[in-house]
Nanobody, 122 residues
Framework: QVQLVESGGGLIQPGGSLRLSCAASGSYFAINSMGWYRRAPGKERELVAA???????NYADALKARLTISRDNARNSISLRMDRLIPDDTGVYYC????????????????WGQGTQVTVSS
C-alpha cells in the first residue's frame, strides 16, 4: 500500500510560478521513479516532469525551459517548480510513483495520486 500526498495546487496568475510537492509513504519496495503528469480539460494525460532515485530526469520538451524537478530519496518525495505559467498550463496535476527506473520514460506507474487542480488565470 502506497499513499501519495500532493500539495501546491491552486490559482496562479499568468506569469507566476508554481511549486508542487509529492511525498510517498507505505511502500515495502524501493520507489525508483516519481513524476508529475497533468490532464487539461478535454485532453489526454501528459508528462510534465519525472525523475529517478538516481537523479535522471525527463521533462516535456515544450515545458522544460520552465521546469525544475528535484528529489529527496530519504523521504520519497519530489518537488516541481514551474515558472512563467500560462493559461494552457491549467489542468489537474497528478503525482506518480513506481519501483521501475523505466517509468519516467514509459509513463507507466503502479501508484497515482488523486490529483491537484492548477488554474492559471487573471
Amino acid at each position: 500500500q502506497v499513499q501519495l500526498v500532493e500539495s501546491g495546487g491552486g490559482l496562479i496568475q499568468p506569469g507566476g510560478s508554481l511549486r508542487l510537492s509529492c511525498a510517498a509513504s507505505g511502500s515495502y519496495f524501493a520507489i525508483n521513479s516519481m513524476g508529475w503528469y497533468r490532464r487539461a480539460p478535454g485532453k489526454e494525460r501528459e508528462l510534465v516532469a519525472a525523475i529517478t532515485s538516481g537523479g535522471t530526469t525527463n521533462y516535456a520538451d515544450a515545458l522544460k525551459a520552465r521546469l525544475t524537478i528535484s528529489r529527496d530519496n530519504a523521504r520519497n518525495s519530489i518537488s516541481l517548480r514551474m515558472d512563467r505559467l500560462i493559461p494552457d498550463d491549467t489542468g489537474v496535476y497528478y503525482c506518480a510513483a513506481d519501483s521501475s527506473y523505466d517509468s519516467i520514460t514509459t509513463g507507466r506507474y503502479d501508484h497515482w495520486g488523486q490529483g491537484t487542480q492548477v488554474t492559471v488565470s487573471s
